[in-house]
């Protein structure tokens, strides 16, 4: 599947190793179980080739280096190449600082933040990674009814002498795509996880693409929904305005800006040892805590991803069959005798 989505992406426009990079993530989120960021995106990304949304040419250029830190931007080229070209520098300057700090102005979309935790929690280091979307607009602020801010994911690395924990969720109650993919299906949200334009908590998935639209219930939801947005806040503040890419540019969707910071916990506290004995430890009490009545047992971020990704490698991913013909009915349109549908 990875090679026919490269495929793909090389009849839409773009190099054989930008192509390999955006298909190798995607497949890496479905691998994850992360099936909106995964080979679902791939008739969106071919879309946008088409308009010029993503960029099929032009290099990163460098807005500033001073070693530890280094700020990036690339006009629209593709996310996932560009994320993998980041997180392979901040991962080698590391050997030489404490604390690597990078920014990522103006890619496309980089999928599944969780994607590239992996490589990062190999090398036993602690990392924070944000990114957003100055082009999207869902959350409104708290006591108002238009959208300012978006989903605005955080994501985080915490390595042990085992599996990692790899945290990444929205500062909403659910992410657009989820919302998008529930009115696709004429499906009613499991609960008010959206608002109405008037601010009334809803279930229903249309109220995003009414007008005026409304807007993304933000994390702590009816009662406590300000904790979210002031969350949101600070993915704005970190992906957006250090990158130089803030809600001050004209507001055109496909670009973010990302947030990337990598720790060696060799040089804190009690060094790398002592940190990992502590997460270690943290993990096991975790574990170890008593399941609630009626639960399914305890479990961390980043638990059912890695034990999805096993059980996949092992068995084979399923694809949904709608995704699958619309990715059929674009090799027709790219003149490829590619077919996805068996």
Known sequence: MRAKAEALLCAA?????RAMAVARRMIEADLLGHRTHGLQQLAIYLERLGDGRIATSGEIEVLSDSGANFSWTCARLPGAWAMERLVSQALER?????????????????????????????????ALLMVTDPG???????????????????????PTHGDPILIDQTTTLVSNGAVAQHAAQGMLLPGNWVRDNQGRPSNDPHVLSATPPGTLMPLGGEDFGYKGFA???????????????GRD?????????????LMDPAHFGLGKAGFLD??????????????ATGGNGVRLPGERALKDKKA???NGIVFSQDVLTVLDAWAVRLGTDLRFVS
């Open 94 to 126: 590391s050997t030489q600082h404490p604390v690597v700090t990078v920014t990522l102005s103006n890619c496309s979309h980089i999928g599944a933040l969780q994607a590239y935790l992996e490589d990062i929690a190999d090398q036993k280091l602690l």
């Open 13 to 17: 426009g773009l190099d054989k190793e």
């Open 136 to 158: 999207v607009a869902s959350m409104a602020p708290p006591g108002g009814i238009d959208p300012v801010i978006t989903s605005n994911p955080i994501a985080a690395c915490i």
């Open 278 to 291: 502590a997460t270690t430890a943290l993990v096991e009490q975790c574990r170890t805590a008593r399941p």
């Open 231 to 245: 969350f949101g806040l600070l993915v704005d503040a970190f992906a957006l305005a250090l990158s130089g890419f």
């Open 249 to 261: 540019q004209p507001r055109v969707r496909g670009a973010q800006g990302v947030f990337l910071q």
């Open 312 to 314: 996949q490698l092992a």
